[in-house]
């Protein structure tokens, strides 16, 4: 009797320590597919618009701040799980916007006054960028430059827009031409087949003589075959001043000649053999005759 009840206290203690066991197993098992479920909530983040933070927690690591894209849209986790909204940020060096809702911005985005254009990698872009057909100059702050800008020894001019120049603009009642570069031309320019001189400061020059040899009038153009200056003075094909032009030979002997380099004549005036020299050296008739040139015979 007493070996039998012996055996069934026995039976019950381990039918009691089984138990247990298996409680603990489930604990365990309930305890890891918890942590697992969090840690799939704490995989996705999105930013909650207006708020500043995430919607996610971190997911047990050590917390860092890193890109986050949802669709097709980026937008920045800071270490602490709040984002940047409706600013600029400097992350790894490079300058990014956010809009205010902390999604990451390209393209055109003004700031205070100030405007900047973000590349499609939503990098802040200096330097020239080409927009839409158009070039815009950037400083190394960011900001888009407006009116005259000296870049790297060049002058160009941006429109209020922004958009570089070319072409004719008049500023501060003087003409300037800009390259087809945007580049400001000096010296001599040719515009829609006519000569324009362009001084040092890139002010077209008018009415006057350029080199005490070539005419510019009142629209700036280069005169050619025409009296100029109260018809006084007569310029050539080339626009090259003629001394003496349409004067007898004999009113002329003590006056001005030119020839053309190579030449056994010489000219006092623009005859039609004259008009197609372009690079004419000019003399006087003395000295032309002492080379040992004669006068042409239409100019006789």
Not at 174 to 191: D, I, R
Request: positive net charge.
């Amino acid at each position: 009797m007493g070996n039998l009840l012996g055996n069934e206290l026995a039976q019950e203690q381990r039918g009691n320590c089984k138990n247990v066991f298996v409680m603990l197993v489930v604990a365990f098992v309930l305890a890891i597919s918890c942590s697992l479920f969090t840690g799939a909530q704490e995989a996705y983040a999105e930013p909650v618009s207006g708020t500043g933070s995430s919607a996610a927690i971190d997911n047990g690591q050590q917390a860092k701040a890193c890109w986050m894209k949802s669709g097709n849209r980026w937008w920045y986790k800071n270490a602490d799980g709040s984002y940047p909204s409706n600013t600029t940020m400097n992350i790894d060096g490079k300058m990014y916007c956010f809009d205010k809702s902390g999604w990451m911005r390209t393209g055109w985005a003004k700031t205070g006054n100030t405007w900047h254009y973000f590349a499609k990698s939503g990098a802040m872009t200096t330097g020239w960028q080409k927009v839409s057909g158009k070039w815009y100059y950037l400083d190394q702050s960011g900001a888009m430059k407006t009116g005259w800008q000296n870049i790297n020894g060049t002058w160009y001019f941006l429109n209020s827009s922004g958009a570089m120049k070319t072409g004719w603009l008049k500023q501060g009642g003087a003409w300037y031409y800009l390259k087809g570069s945007g580049a400001m031309a000096t010296g001599w320019q040719k515009a829609s087949g006519k000569w324009y001189y362009l001084a040092g400061s890139g002010a077209m020059q008018a009415n006057k003589w350029i080199s005490g040899k070539y005419w510019v009038g009142a629209s700036g153009a280069m005169a050619t075959n025409s009296w100029v200056d109260g018809k006084k003075y007569y310029v050539g094909s080339n626009g090259a001043w003629i001394p003496n032009y349409g004067k007898s030979s004999s009113s002329a002997q003590s006056g001005s000649a030119f020839y053309a380099s190579g030449s056994k004549v010489y000219h006092t005036h623009n005859c039609r053999s004259a008009v197609r020299i372009k690079n004419p050296i000019y003399t006087t008739i003395a000295k032309a005759q002492a080379q040992g040139l004669r006068l042409c015979k239409n100019c006789a």
